[in-house]
């Protein structure tokens, strides 16, 4: 069973900094990795998926990176309405699961 | 466009059971996994299960295996998540999201459903 491993839990940065998000697995999963934007109250929205393609309609500023075992979401110039909980995810092939990261919040200073 | 349109909020009490329903629209119901996956106060996201709707095939994660079914109607392209034996830890908001059946990511989520398990 592979479990995903986020860091930091927080991050904290000024607008127009570069943030930069890391997910491990403790195993390899391929690129099969996608990124998850969560805001209060909403659903969480596709941001990355297969470790590097950006999901329609994500703004540039969103990039990502890895494969096998490391991955990084970078947001390049952070926007006070990026401020939210970002996961990531994998699917294991047999028998068939998926899993979160435990998450990174992201706080404007 | 594609649409997952949850049912409301809902109050139970220690024991019972909760139905969420999840209509779809916007896409072929058959042509997708249905996932849940929920989040409790202060805690991540949770996977639940898949329900695939052209055969009614189903996968739990082990942690909700004996309690959690997950069905589909497909004359009316919805499903369903029903959890039994429920308690306070089961007070989450529960999201319904697809799949493709050969992709590894949800692209589309239902807005939550928020259920409450108190005495």
């Known amino acids: 069973e592979v479990v995903l491993t986020q860091s930091p839990a927080t991050l904290s940065l000024s607008p127009g900094e570069r943030a930069t998000l890391s997910c491990r697995a403790s195993q390899s999963v391929r690129h099969y990795l996608a990124w998850y934007q969560h805001k209060p109250g909403q659903a969480p929205r596709l941001l990355i998926f297969?470790?590097?393609n950006r999901a329609p309609g994500i703004p540039a500023r969103f990039s990502a990176s890895g494969s096998g075992t490391d991955f990084t979401l970078t947001i390049s110039s952070l926007e006070p309405e990026d401020v939210a909980v970002y996961y990531c995810q994998e699917r294991d092939n047999w028998p068939p699961r998926w899993s979160f990261g435990q998450g990174t919040k992201v706080e404007i200073k | 466009q594609v649409q997952l349109v949850q049912s409301g909020a809902d109050v139970k009490k220690p024991g019972a059971s909760v139905r969420v329903s999840c209509k779809t629209s916007?896409?072929?119901?058959?042509?997708?996994?249905l996932h849940w996956v929920r989040q409790a106060p202060g805690h991540g996201l949770e996977w639940m299960g898949w329900l695939n709707p052209i055969n009614g095939a189903t996968h739990y994660a082990q942690m909700f295996q004996g309690r959690v079914t997950m069905t589909g109607d497909t004359s009316i392209s919805t499903g369903y998540m029903d959890l039994s034996g429920l308690t306070s830890d089961d007070t989450a908001v529960y999201h319904c999201?697809?799949?493709?059946?050969?992709?590894?990511?949800?692209?589309?989520w239902g807005q939550g459903t928020q259920v409450t398990v108190s005495s």
């Open positions: 297969d470790a590097s």
């Open positions: 999201a697809r799949s493709t059946t050969v992709t590894t990511h949800f692209d589309h």
């Open positions: 916007g896409y072929s119901f058959t042509g997708y996994y």
